[in-house]
């Protein structure tokens, strides 16, 4: 059994930040790629950032220049730090992350956080 479990989200004021983390744990013999996505009421799920286990990390279009994915390896940890956040990023933020568990990489999600900027 694999588990990712985020943390983080709550209610912020625009131009606040909040730091997502998210947590891969079970049966795990690697990991690769880790990563956000987000869903607004209404709205399809998009890539907000996702990042392998070298660094190398790719982000939706127009996250680059407020959002900064990054991970720890040894925790099985991947972080998302959101700054100057505006209404418009309100949203569940899922974690996916592609995992070895011995049968091969799959993808898993977790349950989701919820993410509310608003005065």
């Known amino acids: 059994q694999v588990q990712l479990v985020e943390s983080g989200g709550g209610l912020v004021q625009p131009g606040g930040s909040l730091r997502l983390s998210c947590v891969a744990s079970?049966?795990?013999?690697?990991?690769?790629?880790m990563g956000w996505y987000r869903q607004a009421p209404g709205k399809q799920r998009e890539l907000v950032a996702d990042?392998?286990?070298?660094?190398?990390?790719r982000y939706g279009d127009s996250m680059k220049d407020r959002f900064t994915i990054s991970r720890d390896n040894a925790k099985n940890t991947v972080y998302l730090q959101m700054n100057n956040l505006v209404p418009e990023d309100t949203a569940v933020y899922y974690c996916k992350a592609e995992i070895d568990s011995g049968l091969g990489y799959r993808g898993y999600w977790g349950q989701g956080t919820q993410v509310t900027v608003s005065s």
């Open positions: 990042i392998i286990s070298s660094g190398a990390a």
């Open positions: 079970g049966n795990i013999f690697s990991v690769h790629g």
